[in-house]
């Protein structure tokens, strides 16, 4: 059975409908992208995974259990966690405040003691950085803060909603290494980006979403090869009239 | 760790609380040795409003949402201990038309200030939860309403409060140390509050409110019991005013007295304990002076016409400012770190000369 299925989901902004019945499963252990261009219905996916926003219809279930229309602490303390877009990380908090919110869902002092150790190994610039305001870092590390706070809950399941944006192409580098490393680890992983040729390099499966529908799965290799994924980004046919190629 | 490095994290952690309650102490000590009767006075006061402001801090700074009701709190936590701790002849005499069973209502003065601040969170636990889902202005305004209607309560409910008459022949109980006790205690628990699991909770709320939910806090409900602490607090801190002032009308807990508390923790800075005890001092200070200004000015008669309302009007231009040029306030988000204790990571430098 898979970790977390995703059935005929529709939600909307208020008139607007922004998904139109997306299927979607991840399996324990496996990382998974979710691709797709501006508005084609990534991040809201993910908040209505999150519980952020109500979908109009669908079921999520999670581990064997519905989670939808749950209100959002409910559904991290089942174990899904959410890096949002823009990283989300509390600025006038300081380092060590942001990881000890993340540790709360559920807190006990000597296992955020060693948890602390394993992200000082894995980020070493939070360690450097701990008492200061998470406003004051770089955007990079204001990232590394993000997923190093998901992290802290040990969720069960890790969404991380376009983790290279705006991010320098070094610094991007650095973050796909990590969500791979985190992979290895037996992390389990969504992954939401519009870098597509980047995200397949990592992932197994991908979903590709255009215009809140899914409109291809499978897994990487397939993707890459089937899928003409320039006419996806830039418009059909007229894009590859113009030459354009990824 | 051996003993003495924890106790060197430990103070340097905590170097804020000593480094705001020695200078407070010692102003005390000197006060009650030199000062005079006016001085006195003043001081004690000003540890009352620290018991205030430190409450309001505790709500309003660490969730940033302005708290207009919290003087109605104040004026419920008054109300409450002076009509409990008042002997019941002094009662009949004052408040003529008091319920009899409140009037048979006695008991001894620190018990009295204490259910006051329970009558307060009580209250506060009552109403406090639909406007806790409120944010920014709509719950400003909600909040200023419900200032109104306590208000409104307060000046018509004769067999309670005495109307808007004046509520006179409670106890004097209240002398400098026992506010100066309460103002510490206040700091304490502000500071414990603040770094506790709910104040960061709420403090995270603060920051960014999508953010927070998506690391599983319930902002409604870390509000909720944030709101009701607060009201305790203030209960409290009334109790213990009632029983400085011994005698009030419902004028005391309305917006110009809300609007000194402000201006105490704006011009500090709402984020910290610091912040909120520096404002509070400025503005203590502030006053009094502005006041002996206005009595010269007045008494002088130089001028065709009576000068009132300097104090509200320099405050005002004052908090105008500091809301320009500091809009943190003057000591702002971080609080105050002894310089000794310096950490030695490079990221720590940063934070303690913004601190500084």
Redesign the interface.
Known sequence: MPMLTVENLMASYGVVRALHGISLEVNEGELVALLGVNGAGKSTTLKSITGVLRPVKGTITFLGKEITNRTPEFIVKQGISLVPEGRDIFGQLTVEENLRLGAFVSYERDRYKADLKEIFELFPILEERFTQAGGLLSGGEQQMLAIARAMMAHPKLLMLDEPSLGLSPTMTDQIFVLIKRLREMGSTILLVEQNAERALEIVERAYLLGNGEVEFAGTAEDLKHKVDIASVYFGGDDAQKAGVTL | MSLLSRFMTFSRQHATLPLLMVPVIIAGIAINAFGSSLLLNVYTYFCVSLIMVLGLQMFMGNSGILNWTHIGFVGVGAYAAGILSTAPAVKHMGVPNMFPALVSLHMPVIPAILVGGLVAALLAAIIGYPLMRLSDFVGVITLFATLIVFHVIMTQWDNVTNGPRTFFGVQEFTTLWVALAGGLIAMVVAYWFRES?LG??L??S???R?????????VVRVRYYSFVTSALMAGLAGGVWAHFITSFSPKAFYISEMFLLLSMIVIGGS?SISGAVAGTTVVTIARELLRQVEGTINNAHVLSFEVFGLTEAVMAVLMILVLIWRPGGVVG??ELRWPLFK?K????T??AE?AA
Do not use: F, H, N
């Open positions: 699991g960061l909770r403090r995270a603060r920051d960014d999508y953010a927070a939910m998506s690391v599983g806090i319930d984020g988000g971080q950490r990571e490079p990221g720590a940063k934070e913004d």
